[in-house]
């Protein structure tokens, strides 16, 4: 069964660049989340969808962050414009949600981005 | 401000022994307790998971130990293998919501 797929695995880019991560969940799974890696925060819930609706973007950093879930495949995340305190490994995360706590998260292997 | 408090920080352990890492949390609310495998380039796999009605889960080397009135739980690692090598996170949900509140990671090492 295919997992999380996140693209690009990696991303360099030049301050000020628009940046586009995508990510497509798990077949049949109803929720997205999208995590920001760094050493010095560890891993940061930056927003979630339940069935293609934004719940919570408390932990999107400002507003040059943007994210999207146009249908129930595909998510993406932007950064416009990037800046090099952006750099991060970015994970999406998918789980089947039915009103239940219990229903574990799946990440994909996430994209490392660079930001110059 | 950190919902889910773990340590170490970092931790080897000898081949055959036994890896422990801790985690406290504070918010009562929350009632499921995942614990997370990563590997350098990977994301972050559910390793096993715990509800606070159970005081002990045990799975093959993998237990999780429960202690609800200190708010406490932690991971064994019993006969720790170099292939445990990896970062571990504690997590915890609220009550009926389905987002994760991580602890800040412990990064095992386990010498041949």
């Known amino acids: 069964d295919a997992g999380v797929i996140q693209s690009p695995r990696h991303e360099v880019t030049e301050m000020g660049q628009e940046v586009t991560l995508r990510c497509k969940p798990i077949?049949?799974?109803?929720?997205l989340f999208w995590y920001r890696q760094t050493m010095m925060r560890g891993l940061e819930l930056l927003i979630y969808f339940n069935n293609n609706v934004p719940i919570d973007d408390s932990g999107m950093p400002e507003d040059r962050f943007s994210a999207k879930m146009p249908n129930a495949s595909f998510s993406t995340l932007k950064i416009q414009p990037s800046e090099p305190r952006d750099s991060a490994v970015y994970f999406c995360?998918?789980?089947?949600?039915?009103?239940?706590?219990?229903?574990?998260?799946?990440f994909g292997d996430g994209t490392r981005l660079s930001i110059l | 401000q950190q919902q889910v408090k773990q340590s170490p920080q970092s931790l080897i352990v000898q081949k055959g022994g036994i890896s422990i890492i801790n985690c406290a949390y504070e918010?009562?609310?929350?009632?499921?307790f995942p614990w997370y495998q990563q590997f350098p380039g990977k994301g972050p796999a559910l390793l096993i998971a715990i509800r606070p009605d159970v005081s002990e889960k045990k799975e093959g080397r993998f237990t999780i130990s429960f202690n609800k009135s200190a708010k406490q739980f932690s991971l064994h690692i019993m006969d720790s293998q170099p292939g445990d090598s990896a970062t571990y996170f504690c997590a915890a949900i609220l009550t009926g919501a389905n987002n994760l509140f991580f602890g800040t990671g412990t990064r095992l090492t386990v010498i041949p």
């Open positions: 995360a998918s789980s089947l949600w039915g009103g239940v706590s219990n229903q574990p998260q799946h």
């Open positions: 077949s049949g799974h109803n929720s």
């Open positions: 918010n009562t609310a929350f009632d499921y």
